[in-house]
C-alpha cells in the first residue's frame, strides 16, 4: 500500500513540476544562436541546439585558450571574428 502511494505522488510530482521545468529548459527561439561559453579553461563556440551542442560528447565550433577567463569582452570580438559578425 505504501509503495502504491509513493509512486502515485512521484508521478503527480514529475507529471506537474519536473516535467514542465524541463519542457521550458528546452525551449529554443526560431533563430539558431552560437552563445559563448567558458569551458574546462578554454573560451567555446557551440550551437545552441543539435549534436554539436553536446559539451560532453562532440568538439566545439571554435575554441581559443589565449585570452583570460576575466576578460570577455575580448572573448566576445574573438567570436564575432570567428562568426563573420562584426
Not at 500500500?1 to 521545468?21: K, N
Not at 559539451?55 to 563573420?84: C, N, Q, V, Y
Request: glycine fraction near 4%; aromatic fraction near 10%; charged fraction near 25%.
Amino acid at each position: 500500500m505504501l509503495h502504491q502511494a509513493t509512486h502515485t505522488v512521484w508521478r503527480r510530482l514529475s507529471h506537474h513540476v519536473i516535467h514542465p521545468l524541463l519542457a521550458a529548459r528546452r525551449h529554443h527561439s526560431d533563430v539558431p544562436a552560437y552563445p559563448l561559453r567558458r569551458e574546462f579553461g578554454v573560451w567555446t563556440i557551440r550551437p545552441d541546439r543539435g549534436w554539436r551542442s553536446r559539451r560532453w560528447i562532440t568538439p566545439p565550433l571554435h575554441f581559443t585558450r589565449h585570452i583570460p577567463a576575466g576578460d570577455r569582452d575580448s572573448a566576445a570580438e574573438w567570436a564575432m571574428e570567428k562568426l563573420d559578425i562584426g
